[in-house]
């Protein structure tokens, strides 16, 4: 009776510690379900069939069991207003994705974004992103961080190969050689031109490249005016208006041409060089063959080089619940592995070191290596109240005058400088 009493005790205990056991455990399960946060992703995708996004957010569930990282497609044309409601009403995703700075500028200037600086003096990898890409994240010197850049799209020129060996051109370095080359291709080809031109909006910074080196890459002087009245600024605008309507190396349409002109112009065989960024070469040489596109740097203007940069970057709303994770996915998207995959991918140039090493793309494409190096020269405009009026309204009305000779390109400056200094 003992012996029973006794093994039955012994049950009791193990039963107790076996229910406890497994009471602990379920509430560790509970709680550990509990710590899983929840963030949601919004961003654009140029080719949202391709599963290549969707794999990195897969990747990314994988590597943080504590963070469900839920991804929405937002078609780019409605983007910046839904952005900008939703940021403002405080409804919007953890995490939002643009390829515009100035967006980011702008949204800063509404308070409606979390400042990163804390953030990132906890990552043990901030360094890995270039001092170019973090400077061009901050509305100012002294304003905190307002978003984790990742990719750029530095602009370059596509050059007709075929064309350029069959009438013995070198690939130019000035401004001068290219207008030369533009010259003996219109010249030469049959029913072509030398230089695809975007005259209509959209086309800002391909004819700021040719003008802001003129004056030092610099938009405004020491006391706070335009350097577009400076004589320099004004000589290097009549050079490139002039490429239409006195060399007239540029098609009639330049005026009103846009992308998909200078785009198809360049493809039909219709022009023989066009500036824009790596994010269109594969369709270039899908449409000519490798053998007959080639890639070269801006033209120098005045011994410099002035490149749109197009940079990428992830924002945090201040509305977000779930910051130090939104902040987790932006930081692992920053990372050379994952910068460089997405950045193949899409065609554009990561803005973090070691990308190279893990993605040798990168330094085996002519392509993809001469849009690294134009990262040397890429600059994004100031983050200024005028800058969107300028760029969106003014510039494609007033210089589409200019190369329409309504106004002469001294006017088309003023209406610029004007413009950029709020009057």
């Known amino acids: 009776m003992k012996k029973v009493c006794k093994l039955l005790g012994i049950s009791l205990i193990l039963v107790v510690i076996v229910s406890g056991s497994l009471f602990a455990a379920g509430a560790e399960e509970s709680q550990a379900k509990e710590e899983v946060a929840t963030i949601k992703i919004w961003q654009h995708l140029d080719n949202p069939d391709d599963p290549y996004f969707y794999n990195l957010i897969d990747r990314f569930n994988e590597q943080h069991p504590n963070i469900k990282a839920e991804f929405e497609l937002i078609p780019w044309g409605g983007a910046f207003d839904l952005y900008t409601t939703s940021l403002v009403v405080g409804d919007a ?6 390829a515009t700075p100035t967006w980011g500028s702008a949204f800063w200037d ?3 974004l979390e400042p990163l600086d804390d953030y990132i003096a906890d990552w043990d ?7 170019s890409a973090w400077s061009s994240s901050r509305v100012s010197a002294n304003d905190p961080v307002f978003g984790i850049p990742v990719v750029s799209l530095p602009g370059v020129v596509y050059y007709r190969k075929d064309w350029f060996k069959q009438l013995n ?5 000035t401004k001068e050689e290219f207008l030369a080359a533009a010259k003996k291709i219109t010249e030469n080809i049959p029913n072509a031109y030398g230089f695809g031109m975007r005259g209509a909006r959209g086309g800002t910074g391909q004819m700021l490249s040719f003008i802001l080196p003129a004056v030092g890459n610099k938009w405004f002087d020491e006391n706070g005016n335009s350097t577009f009245r400076k004589p320099e600024a004004i000589a290097a605008a009549e050079w490139y208006i002039n490429l239409h309507k006195t060399a007239r190396v540029t098609p009639p349409s330049a005026p009103s041409d846009g992308f998909a002109e200078i785009m198809d112009g360049f493809r039909s065989g219709l022009t023989g060089m ?14 000519l063959g490798e053998d007959k596109v080639g890639i070269m740097y801006i033209p120098e203007v005045g011994g410099n080089r002035w490149v749109e940069a197009g940079l990428h970057h992830y924002i945090i709303p201040k509305a977000s619940k779930n910051k130090e994770a939104a902040f987790t996915f932006a930081s692992w998207m920053a990372e050379p592995e994952q ?6 991918y899409i065609g554009s140039i990561p803005v973090v070191k070691g990308a190279a090493e893990a993605d040798s793309y990168f330094k085996e494409s002519e392509f993809a290596m001469t849009s690294v190096e134009s990262t040397a020269w890429a600059y994004n405009p100031p983050y ?3 800058l969107g009026t300028f760029w969106e309204q003014v510039w494609p009305a007033r210089t589409q005058q200019a190369l329409l000779g309504e106004i002469t390109p001294a006017q088309m400056m003023n209406y610029f ?3 950029l200094e709020g009057k």
Request: aromatic fraction near 8%; charged fraction near 20%; hydrophobic fraction near 50%.
């Open 125 to 131: 990898k901030a360094d890995l992103v270039e001092d």
């Open 274 to 287: 066009i500036v824009h960024h790596i994010m269109s070469a594969n369709a270039h040489v899908e449409a």
């Open 384 to 386: 200024i109240d005028t």
């Open 93 to 98: 995703a953890d995490v939002i994705f643009y």
């Open 417 to 419: 400088a004007d413009a």
């Open 169 to 173: 051109i070198e690939v130019p370095e």
């Open 339 to 344: 910068a460089a995959y997405y950045g193949h």
């Open 110 to 112: 509404m308070g409606v």
